[in-house]
């Protein structure tokens, strides 16, 4: 969290602990106030008593000084009820708004970083995809370059469109704007297309498939593709180059299995269950190194939850990460 960022936080935690200090503090001094006033009222009811004593025999003035006394103690009693009450209602709400408050920033500050990382993403592809198109018009290559060029002219074309993709139906599912073509379709080969399109764009990365065939589900295509290629993609992009990546795909009773496994750094326990937020990225913005919005595993959970499936990760062993979409048929 940037500093500018922790020193409102501090700010506005600060007022709001001077704000709730004093609303306990009023409270107890209402109790006290209270308390005195009882005390008060059942000291002149003794005194009254005391006046009347000489008409009244002895058992009946110990039942009044009985009743003044019980009258006391139950007032003493409901302030107690009453402030104990009060003082639980102020916690549970004071804690409330102040989750809401650090969430309030906490969302505010995650999209900051998502307009600074997609401003960023946006401008790369877009400057490396004009240079190397300024270079094939400015200067005469040998075919090998060319194709060297034009390859990676299309990998930032491709990052671009899945990018402004993920942007644009993460918007339409939230909304619930989306028009869902649901239809029929062979996971199987689609998987398997997605990993030909990936092997295309990345010839020195090593993607292993283990597909059952004709795996049919009940889906939209372009969504479905949109979650094989955001895990293929994050396992690309936080795994060693020379670390394979292994799609599973198989069926059981009932479900549709669908793994994507990396030999990479790995998840720490803490995170697992953060990183499928909206905007939400491991490790410090200013010092991270690796690209990224926050939408990739944000939009696969909710692709795999519109296809009554949900998606979890856990380790891969000897190391890297294991995502699991589970589809239930």
Aim: net charge positive; proline share 3%.
């Amino acid at each position: 969290m940037p500093d500018a960022t922790k020193k409102r936080l501090k700010r506005t935690t600060l007022i709001y602990c001077t704000l709730l200090f004093y609303v306990i503090s009023a409270l107890v001094w209402w109790f006290v106030s209270l308390e005195k006033q009882s005390k008060e009222i059942a000291r002149q009811q003794y005194a009254n008593l005391a006046v009347q004593a000489e008409t009244m025999t002895s058992i009946e003035l110990a039942d009044k000084m009985k009743a003044i006394a019980r009258e006391e103690k139950r007032n003493t009693g409901k302030y107690v009820a009453e402030g104990i009450t009060f003082l639980i209602l102020i916690a549970f709400g004071a804690i409330f708004v102040y989750r809401s408050i650090r969430k309030q920033f906490t969302l505010q500050q995650q999209q900051q970083n998502f307009m600074m990382a997609v401003t960023h993403e946006l401008k790369t592809p877009i400057a490396v995809a004009r240079l190397n198109l300024e270079t094939l018009q400015k200067y005469t290559l040998d075919p090998e370059k060319q194709k060297k060029l034009i390859r990676n002219t299309l990998d930032e074309t491709n990052r671009l469109n899945l990018l402004t993709n993920n942007i644009l139906v993460s918007s339409q599912l939230d909304a619930d704007r989306y028009n869902s073509a649901r239809e029929e379709l062979d996971l199987s080969a689609l998987l398997l297309d997605c990993i030909r399109d990936f092997r295309k764009r990345f010839p020195d990365r090593l993607f292993e498939a283990t597909v059952e065939e004709d795996v049919d589900i009940s889906g939209d295509a372009l969504l479905l593709q949109m979650l094989i290629n955001n895990l293929l993609e994050n396992a690309n992009k936080y795994s060693p180059k020379e670390s394979p990546i292994r799609a599973v795909l198989n069926k059981a009773p009932g479900q549709v299995r669908l793994q994507i496994i990396d030999e990479g750094p790995g998840i720490a326990d803490e995170e697992k269950t953060k990183i499928f937020s909206k905007f939400y990225r491991i490790g410090n913005e200013s010092t991270r190194k690796t690209q990224g919005t926050g939408l990739g595993l944000y939009l696969c959970r909710k692709i795999a939850r519109g296809h009554n499936g949900d998606i979890a990760v856990t380790n891969n062993e000897p190391k890297g990460t294991n995502f699991t979409v589970i589809f239930k048929t």
